[in-house]
């Protein structure tokens, strides 16, 4: 697993519960390190082990935690080019819905070497999709569910999201778009302004 997302965790956990329950973290893990090298590789394995730690730590179930971790990579201030290279996806919420079947490529462009699971969208009728994650890693979809949830707020958009199931290795987020213009989305320039 690529150490970007490795340290993502680590960043979370960190950021939102200190770094003393890291360390309670890694040592219950027993791991022989302190912190992941961002661009480093790392046996598969360890990111199941460091999230169900995490989750364990906690005391919350794993999807709530993974949708945390969701929602941690699209609002803190650290993490403000992924907002933005999602942001490139389109200019309404709709618009980006569509546009994340590219995303594992978007993100590529950024770290050649990050290879994001593949992700398709679904549309089933008026405002009605389903988003299809696979999800070498359970919890994706949950991810996927955080992510969506501050980017619907992004663009103030009102949608509901659910995690519909999870087999054979792929997750399922329903996304019901309730009204595309809720609320003024949060300001985005595609260019830096001049003058």
């Not at 290279?85 to 919420?93: A, S």
């Not at 949830?149 to 019901?176: F, K, N, P």
């Not at 949060?186 to 260019?191: C, I, K, N, S, Y």
Request: aromatic share 8%.
């Amino acid at each position: 697993m690529h150490g970007l997302i490795n340290r993502s965790i680590q960043s979370f956990v960190c950021d939102s519960y200190g770094t003393d329950i890291w360390i309670d973290l890694i040592q219950r893990a027993d791991l022989d390190f302190v912190e992941f090298e961002a661009m480093l590789t790392y046996d598969d394995a360890l990111t199941p082990l460091v999230l169900d730690t995490v989750s364990e730590v906690l005391g919350r179930p794993r999807g709530d935690v993974m949708e945390d971790i969701g929602t941690y990579l699209v609002s803190h201030p650290s993490f403000e080019a992924v907002r933005r290279l999602l942001r490139f996806g389109g200019v309404n919420f709709e618009d980006f819905l569509h546009s994340l079947d590219d995303l594992p490529d978007r993100a590529r462009l950024a770290v050649s070497d990050l290879h994001l699971p593949r992700i398709e969208l679904r549309e089933h009728g008026e405002g009605q999709f389903s988003l299809i994650c696979d999800a070498p890693v359970a919890g994706y979809g949950h991810v996927m569910m955080g992510i969506l949830r501050v980017m619907a707020d992004d663009y103030g958009a009102l949608a509901l999201l659910e995690h519909t199931g999870s087999g054979q290795g792929i997750e399922t987020v329903s996304i019901v778009l309730i009204e595309a213009e809720f609320s003024q989305g949060r300001q985005f320039d595609l260019g830096a302004r001049v003058g």
